[in-house]
C-alpha cells in the first residue's frame, strides 16, 4: 500500500476543513483532508479519475446518483468527470489520490 508524506502544514479552510498536499509513496499527488463533524465538502467534478482513502472517522459520499457510506480503512473510487461530494457524520480524515491515466 503505498504511503502518502508531506512536509507542508495544513491550510484552514473556512468551511470546516483543513487540508495539505502531498504525494503518496507511488508519486501520485495527495490531499489530506480533516473533516469536523457535519461538515459538507462541495460538490465538485474533477478532470481526472481519484481514490478517496478513508484513515479515520465516517463519511457519507454522493458520487454520480450513488451514494456511499465509509469508515476507516475503506476506499473508493471516482470516475473522472464525475460529479461528487461528501458529508462528514464523524470527525476523520481521507485522503484524496489523484490517479495518473
Not at 34 to 55: C, E, M, N, S, V
Not at 68 to 77: K, W
Amino acid at each position: 500500500m503505498s504511503v502518502f508524506k508531506s512536509q507542508l502544514p495544513f491550510e484552514q479552510l473556512d468551511n470546516g476543513l483543513a487540508r495539505r498536499q502531498g504525494l503518496m509513496s507511488d508519486g501520485s499527488t495527495a490531499w489530506e483532508v480533516k473533516f469536523a463533524a457535519g461538515t459538507f465538502d462541495q460538490l465538485q467534478k474533477r478532470p481526472y479519475p481519484q481514490h478517496i482513502r478513508i484513515l479515520s472517522g465516517i463519511f457519507e459520499f454522493t458520487v454520480g446518483s450513488d451514494v456511499h457510506t465509509l469508515i476507516a480503512q475503506e476506499t473508493l473510487a471516482i470516475p473522472a468527470a464525475t460529479v461528487f461530494g461528501c458529508f462528514c457524520l464523524d470527525d476523520g480524515v481521507l485522503l484524496e489520490i489523484q490517479q495518473n491515466v
